[in-house]
């Protein structure tokens, strides 16, 4: 296992004050003993494809040529999609500093960008500063019909068009979207794409978007990066341990931490807040946040994700989160940071009025932190959960993805609700198209 994980500083018997009780604990646990038999039976039935995913290798070679073609003579390869069709792979991407402060380009291959969230001025600026002509672009949309998806493909079509390169638009475009159906509603972005000569890569049919990072949607990202991808998946596996073979839910980390979130929604917390202590985390709360909002909040039920990182938002959230009301529990992730990074010279760091600070790192000071503020929320009765992950790496990350996945889906069954649609999304979608076509906005 690339990673632990501990509750006790979650439960009142440890912590007191509004820690978790032994009897919401119990409660939870036999709710997620059910929850972990229905999982069983719908992997047993061939109807949870997801569970097969950290073991497959067949699709591999596909999404590896893909990268390749995409990468091929490319100075930028920008990743087209939104949601769960984006948010996977920007957490893996971070393994090699996608979107980390200061560190915008990579060392080797191409510049990698995700334009997850639709900006007017954004799209503008980056065709405007892009050299198309080396620029290649992946359209990721299980559905295809997605708005912002079609948009920003429609734009850089006719970007190709005005710089005179529109016969080879094929060439610059890969789509990855469900198959057409049969007798279904027509796939709009192959629609759009294949008439220009796009190849296209098939999306899962049986994977839902925010739960699909395993697939060729996060992998694909993550090998034009250069990623290891059977080790994302070898990493992955890890977190299903005990599943098939039948262990009790207690022995599985996915199952308790699906059973420290009961407990915690039956204890009236309504808040889950999830606090990564790594700038390389920072991507994965948000796939985590999209996760956890859109597989939960149904029939009036699911708690609210709140993604924080850490050290930064000690000095942003933490007075909150101590002394604000105590409706929330914690998950404090640290990594293996002691000893790495910038030494403090001991002149400097007495001259600073920090002689504590003397030949210790950056690292240690962040490892510190982290525990620092663990035992803090403890101390001050708030439940909090530690996962500590010593290398974060393409394995332990591929199994924190899989553990949240799993955490995530026993948790809806255990609530009673499905954790694979969304049916609340489609009225604000509906209506944006009709102002959209009536000129409001
Ligand atoms: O992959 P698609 O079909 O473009 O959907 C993108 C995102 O939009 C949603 O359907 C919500 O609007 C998410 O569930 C999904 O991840």
Redesign the pocket.
């Known amino acids: 296992m690339g990673f632990t994980q501990s509750i006790d500083l979650a439960l009142a018997s440890k912590i007191g004050g509004d820690g978790l009780s032994d009897t919401a604990l119990d409660a939870a646990l036999v709710a997620v003993e059910r929850a972990l038999g229905r999982l069983r039976e719908e992997r047993r039935a061939g109807r949870l494809p997801l569970l097969a995913m950290p073991t497959a290798t067949d699709d591999l070679p596909a999404v590896t040529a893909a990268a390749e073609r995409l990468c091929k003579g490319a100075t930028d390869v920008i990743f087209l999609?939104?949601?769960?069709?984006s948010l996977g792979g920007q957490a893996l991407a971070q393994l090699r500093d996608y979107a980390v402060p200061a560190l915008g380009r990579f060392a080797e291959g191409p510049r990698v960008h995700f334009l997850d969230n639709l900006d007017p001025l954004t799209f503008e600026g980056l065709l405007q500063r892009l050299p198309l002509a080396t620029s290649r672009f992946a359209a990721?949309?299980?559905?295809?019909?997605?708005g912002?998806?079609l948009m920003q493909a429609i734009a850089v079509l006719g970007a190709l068009d005005r710089a005179g390169l529109r016969a080879m638009a094929g060439e610059f475009f890969l789509g990855l979207s469900e198959p057409q159906k049969e007798g279904a509603r027509r796939n709009a972005l192959r629609a759009l794409l294949e008439p220009e000569g796009a190849p296209f890569l098939d999306?899962h049919t049986g994977i839902?978007?925010?739960y699909s990072v395993l697939t060729n949607v996060g992998l694909l990202p993550a090998a034009v990066l250069g990623l290891d991808i059977a080790a994302i998946r070898r990493g992955a596996s890890q977190s299903l341990q005990g599943v098939p073979s039948g262990s009790p839910a207690r022995e599985i980390p996915a199952a308790v931490g699906a059973a420290l979130n009961v407990a915690a929604a039956l204890e009236g917390k309504a808040i889950s807040v999830f606090m990564g202590y790594a700038d390389r985390l920072e991507r994965f709360t948000r796939w985590w946040v999209?996760l956890w909002a859109?597989s939960l909040g149904k029939g009036g039920k699911g708690t609210q994700p709140v993604g924080a990182l850490g050290p930064v938002d000690q000095h942003s959230q933490q007075q909150l989160y101590l002394a604000g009301p105590k409706d929330k529990l914690f998950t404090v992730v640290t990594t293996g940071v002691a000893g790495k990074g910038p030494s403090m010279d001991a002149e400097l760091a007495a001259r600073a009025g920090e002689p504590g600070f003397a030949a210790k790192t950056i690292g240690d000071l962040v490892a510190a932190q982290g525990l620092a503020m663990i035992d803090t929320f403890a101390k001050n009765g708030c439940p909090v959960r530690h996962i500590h992950v010593p290398r974060l790496d393409e394995k332990s990350l591929g199994g924190l993805l899989m553990h949240f996945m799993l955490e995530t889906i026993l948790t809806g069954y255990a609530l009673g609700v499905d954790p694979f649609d969304?049916p609340a999304?489609?009225e604000a979608?509906i209506l944006a198209k009709k102002y959209l076509a009536e000129g409001r906005g």
């Open positions: 999609g939104t949601g769960g069709s990721i949309s299980k559905s295809g019909g997605t912002e998806t999306h839902g978007g925010r999209q859109e969304q999304v489609e979608k």
